[in-house]
């Protein structure tokens, strides 16, 4: 089993910034892809950033210029650094990661349990 652990979420003021943080631990083989997703009341789940086992990063045009993603191989972690903060970013925060599980050898995906990150005056 694999487990994804999130934290870093919060109430910010627009203009602010937020680090979100994601840990995978368990039986792990290797770490393919790791990303991060949000999902808005009455909206669906949108990407936000992915990084890949080769550092290769992708944003949403939302976001781009203003959150970074990056990850330590060492940890099996990724993080989101969220600057200039709007409204519109308030969600619930999603880790998402592609696993090759070591017992098995096959890959899967795997999600956290969500961080709530409210941005509000």
């Known amino acids: 089993q694999v487990q994804l652990v999130e934290s870093g979420g919060g109430l910010v003021q627009p203009g602010g910034s937020l680090r979100l943080s994601c840990a995978a631990s368990?039986?792990?083989?290797?770490?393919?892809?790791m990303g991060w997703y949000r999902q808005a009341p009455g909206n669906q789940r949108e990407l936000v950033a992915a990084?890949?086992?080769?550092?290769?990063?992708n944003y949403a045009d939302s976001v781009k210029g203003r959150f970074t993603i990056s990850k330590d191989n060492a940890k099996n972690a990724v993080y989101l650094q969220m600057n200039s903060l709007k409204l519109e970013d308030t969600a619930v925060y999603y880790c998402?990661?592609?696993?090759?599980?070591?017992?098995?050898?096959?890959?899967?995906?795997?999600w956290g349990q969500g961080t709530q990150v409210t941005v509000s005056s």
């Open positions: 990084i890949t086992s080769g550092s290769s990063t």
């Open positions: 368990g039986r792990i083989f290797r770490v393919n892809a």
């Open positions: 998402n990661a592609g696993i090759t599980d070591l017992i098995s050898g096959r890959p899967d995906i795997y």
